[in-house]
């Protein structure tokens, strides 16, 4: 069968188009590339690498088309049948009209009335009218034929058959149509149960979302807790750990107390004094306080604390608590011992001594500062212990690494000055300079270490102090439970068997102060009747009062009280006017004053919770008097509490110039 004339217009349109892509392909890079690469893979000659490309492209055209092709079809019967769609839309809009007119034209013809007694048939659709004349015929005696068949009961069964199918009677109808609508029962009850399972789904899926929610807020406020708790567990450990550091050093304090308290004990102090001294360091550390102590070396012989302190007073220093004078006999100099309340003020006066010039009563003067191989040695140290402090051997670590600090100022500023001479000639000054900065950097580096360590003890010594306030606290704390569980009596003997009766009852200040004032006039009493008994043979002069003749007249109570109850009276538990009276009759001893007197003890009865201090014989403790060519002691101020009437007389031995350092003020 030989190909169409369209058929051969078509492929050679085909064949024409082909060539046309082969050869605009042939301009490509890309399908250049391409083919060059598999031609150099799979090793083929160019010629049947282009007809087998060619071959292909035309497989892929012919392809292409047909499917093209296809799609037309397919697009003209879609366009069909939507015509078709119409068509039958707008015959049923007709048939729907015309229906309307002959309902119309009926109610027109029966006037209006709507009764249906005439003509109880209404046909709003005849299809016979439609037909041919001889169809319509034809039609009328088929039906006819068939209703008489029906009427005698002459008709076949299948005609019954056929006419039960067509009108959808025949069992086979029935049983589809019944499985039908079971099948839509069963659809319309599986979507209900889908849309009901759906509905169940999305609220649980809600309800998750709402946990979800709730447990990720949970989970945020347990992330920020955690971290709060991890913070927290660190503070606490590192609370912990200084906590444990400073029971440590607690610990370690203690042991230092005891050493001290034995070293007191090897000075010479009596056991009662002793005691005195670490129950006053105990009363001292209740309050918080620090005090600067200043050092000055190579004062005049006759400087007096009076001198001092009116050299402040002219430079405006007020924080000055006291000034203690150490004389020094072979080199005919003072050391000078000054406390001061204020770190810059201590400072100020320090550099201000450095170029000031002190002037004594007696005229000597000395000029720190200048003086060449006498300068002033000074040191500023943060004090918060007092005596407990140079017990355990601190200060004088401190004064060591003190004066090793002075010592490299000294040579730093003899550096500068050697500096200063070099500059009257330009080669050796350089020299001079080149050879003196190593030498600078290092001292300077030897300083700042020094300092650190003074930074380090000063730390270090704050730390005790808390540790002690620590220990005393719970000291405190043990003696009354002590007392509440009634063992009262018991830890009273004990204490008072080991001697920390006067530790545990803490006097005040003004039982330390005026017991010690006793003391002192004692000891003078005992010093002034020595040495009159030694000058008595050579030198007759006439008898000077007492003091205890100067107290009797005096108008202070308190003064009479120390010679009715004697020191006794102030070792008492509450030993002040004040505290007594805080006491029942049954918890203190009473003391006559006909038994009390100065050189003799005073009696206490056996279970009394007194400590006194032990009365001292003059044959026992009166020091050797001193020979009349030696030089006198420089004079110093009286004690405070008794400036008013006691003076003492340049012959006698002066008291110390300066209370001990146990008496600071608290801040």
């Not at 209703?147 to 959808?168: I, V």
């Not at 230092?256 to 105990?282: H, I, N, Y």
């Not at 008097?625 to 002691?633: C, E, T």
Request: glycine share 6%; net charge neutral; with cysteine.
């Amino acid at each position: 069968m030989s190909p169409s004339p369209g058929s051969k217009v078509a492929s050679r349109a085909i064949k024409a188009s082909l060539d046309a892509i082969l050869a605009s392909m042939d301009e490509d890079s890309e399908y250049v590339q391409l083919v060059a690469h598999h031609r150099r893979k799979f090793k083929v000659p160019w010629e049947e690498m282009h007809s087998f490309l060619e071959q292909l492209c035309r497989s892929c055209l012919s392809v292409l088309t047909a499917q093209q092709g296809r799609d037309h079809m397919a697009m003209q019967l879609r366009r069909l049948q939507q015509d078709l769609k119409r068509e039958r839309e707008d015959f049923k809009a007709k048939l729907v009209e015309c229906n309307l007119t002959a309902l119309k034209q009926l109610d027109v013809a029966k006037g209006g009335s709507g009764s249906w007694e005439d003509n109880d048939k209404v046909i709003f659709y005849e299809p016979m009218k439609y037909l041919s004349e001889a169809h319509r015929d034809l039609v009328l005696m088929v039906v006819k034929e068939k209703l008489r068949q029906l009427l005698e009961g002459t008709a076949p069964g299948s005609f019954l058959s056929e006419l039960q199918r067509s009108l959808g009677l025949d069992p086979a109808s029935l049983r589809q149509e019944s499985g039908q609508k079971a099948e839509d029962v069963e659809e319309d009850d599986e979507e209900e149960e889908e849309n009901h399972a759906l509905e169940v789904a999305r609220a649980a899926a809600r309800r998750a979302q709402d946990l979800l929610a709730v447990s990720s807020k949970e989970l945020e406020e347990t992330k920020k807790s955690l971290v709060q708790l991890q913070v927290q567990v660190e503070e606490r450990g590192a609370a912990l750990a200084e906590a444990q550091q400073q029971l440590e050093a607690g610990e370690r304090y203690r042991q230092q107390l005891v050493q001290a308290m034995d070293r007191l004990k090897d000075q010479g102090l009596e056991p009662m004094e002793a005691t005195f001294v670490l129950s006053e360091t105990f009363a001292s550390l209740d309050g918080t306080f620090t005090d600067f102590e200043s050092l000055f070396e190579n004062a005049p012989e006759d400087c007096t604390s009076e001198n001092v302190a009116q050299w402040h007073r002219q430079h405006g220093i007020q924080s000055l608590v006291s000034v203690d004078i150490q004389p020094d006999a072979v080199r005919r100099r003072s050391s000078l011992r000054c406390r001061y309340q204020d770190p810059q003020e201590a400072q100020e006066a320090l550099q201000l001594l450095q170029d000031t010039v002190v002037t004594s009563e007696g005229g000597q003067s000395q000029v720190h500062a200048k003086r060449a191989g006498e300068g002033l040695v000074a040191r500023v140290k943060s004090k918060a212990r007092g005596k407990v402090e140079e017990a355990d051997g601190k200060a004088k670590t401190e004064r060591a690494e003190s004066k090793g600090i002075d010592k490299v100022r000294e040579e730093l500023r003899k550096g500068s000055q050697a500096d200063g001479l070099c500059a009257t000639g330009d080669g050796f000054r350089e020299g001079k300079r080149e050879t003196s900065k190593p030498r600078r950097a290092d001292l300077q580096a030897e300083v700042a270490q020094k300092s650190q360590q003074l930074e380090e003890t000063t730390e270090e010594n704050k730390k005790l102090k808390v540790c002690l306030e620590e220990l005393q606290a719970k000291v405190r704390q043990l003696m009354g439970n002590c007392k509440e569980r009634g063992m009262e009596k018991e830890i009273d003997e004990i204490a008072t068997n080991i001697g920390l009766k006067r530790v545990l009852s803490c006097p005040s200040r003004f039982d330390i102060l005026y017991q010690d004032a006793f003391l002192r006039m004692e000891r003078l009493e005992r010093l002034r009747a020595q040495f009159q008994a030694e000058r008595s043979g050579s030198n007759q002069e006439a008898p000077e009062a007492s003091v205890r003749s100067l107290i009797e007249h005096s108008p202070l109570v308190i003064l009479q009280q120390l010679l009715s109850e004697g020191p006794a009276g102030f070792a008492l538990q509450g030993g002040s006017p004040k505290r007594r009276l805080l006491h029942s009759q049954s918890e203190r001893t009473a003391v006559p004053a006909s038994s009390a007197s100065p050189a003799s003890p005073t009696g206490r009865s056996p279970g009394a919770a007194t400590i006194a201090p032990r009365p001292f014989p003059p044959s026992a403790h009166a020091p050797k008097a001193p020979s009349p060519k030696a030089p006198h002691a420089p004079r110093s101020p009286v004690l405070p509490g008794l400036r008013p009437r006691l003076h003492v007389s340049a012959s006698a031995p002066s008291l110390p110039c300066a209370l001990p350092p146990l008496w600071k003020k608290r801040q």
